[in-house]
């Protein structure tokens, strides 16, 4: 889960989902909203407003478990959980839908989860910090743009007030933003470029700007009023470790130079869980590398699949 083509790039011998389904596992490809695959809605486009009225804890809210109770009624395996997998905000969406409880937990037999962001109390990315300044608010009133993309106005502004710091070197944009990724197979990565950069809402974005200037895991702040209006209560609510259900099988893997989902973050997520999930640990990956690394297949995609084989594919059809 994030953003589907992410996991299909290299060939299939070096893909999870192809790796999963000949040992198998019927497999299904989530997106988030706003990819290459997802602009359509029944009621609004693209030109409205209303489209982009959305962040991540949206799709916790309502896209993800839409997704999952689709899964379970189209499967032709009869299954009645789902195996998770996710990836960054795919992670997030996950964590946030269950601890909020939109997910029923008795849908997810297990999850694995690559470089979660929660918390970034200790975020490191200097670009992210340099967006994370920018009032996004205040730029769509004035603007009228909700849509979040390096190729409009809004993308520009936030590369040209990243490029302005003299703590980034703009040759590297990528390390910059995710961290020295150690191991990036190009040949790979090469095939995503023509899908980047990834759209978003400027919402979207703005409540991780919100998360990065608190450092904390919760619902979007609409401010004081908004806040009683939409929650009860005058700021928004928190997502809590602790809320996430310990019935489900995890397991984290997270990377030493990731400057996104930084260790310390993930480490006190894992701290506040009412479960202890398997954990792996890699010193020298950053945020891309769970994806894109040469080794990614011996180094995390076979602990996946010993992860969900060893827990047993007939559980999930009990």
């Known amino acids: 889960m994030h953003g589907a ?7 299939p011998g ?6 999963l389904v000949r040992l198998g596992f019927e497999v299904w490809l989530g997106n988030s909203r706003c990819g290459p695959w997802s602009y359509g809605h029944v009621t609004w486009e693209p030109k409205d407003k209303r489209y982009w009225e959305w962040t991540w804890a949206d799709m916790a809210a309502n896209d993800l478990p839409a997704q ?8 032709r395996t009869g299954a009645r959980q789902v195996f998770y997998v996710g990836h960054s905000q795919g992670a997030l969406s996950f964590l946030s839908s269950l601890s909020g409880g939109h997910l029923p937990p008795s849908t997810v037999a297990a999850a694995f989860l690559l470089a979660p962001v929660t918390s970034l109390a200790h975020l490191s990315s200097p670009v992210a910090h340099e967006a994370a300044k920018l009032d996004l608010d205040r730029f769509v009133r004035a603007t009228h743009l909700h849509e979040f993309s390096l190729r409009n106005a809004l993308g520009e502004l936030v590369v040209a007030t990243a490029c302005a710091s003299p703590r980034i070197n703009c040759s590297s944009l990528l390390s910059a933003f995710t961290g020295p990724n150690c191991c990036i197979d190009i040949r790979y990565f090469a ?18 700007g919100q998360m990065v200037r608190s450092g904390e895991w919760k619902q979007f702040d609409y401010g004081f009023l908004k806040n ?7 700021t928004p609510p928190f997502f809590r470790p602790s809320a996430f259900p310990s019935t489900i099988r995890l397991a984290i893997a997270y990377g030493g130079r990731d400057s996104l989902a930084a260790p310390a973050d993930v480490e006190w997520f894992i701290s506040k869980l009412a479960q202890r999930p398997k954990v792996m640990y890699m010193p020298n990956y950053a945020h891309l590398d769970f994806l894109f690394a040469s080794f990614v297949v011996e180094d995390v995609y076979t602990q996946i699949v010993r992860f969900f084989t060893d827990y047993g594919l007939d559980r999930a059809y009990e």
């Open 5 to 11: 083509e992410s996991w299909v790039v290299g060939p």
């Open 14 to 19: 070096l893909s999870l989902p192809f790796l």
């Open 68 to 75: 999952i109770d689709y899964i379970l009624s189209a499967s």
């Open 191 to 208: 095939k995503l470029v023509p899908w980047f950069p990834l759209a978003s809402s400027v919402k979207n974005m703005a409540h991780f």
């Open 228 to 234: 009683w209006l939409r929650y009860h209560q005058s």
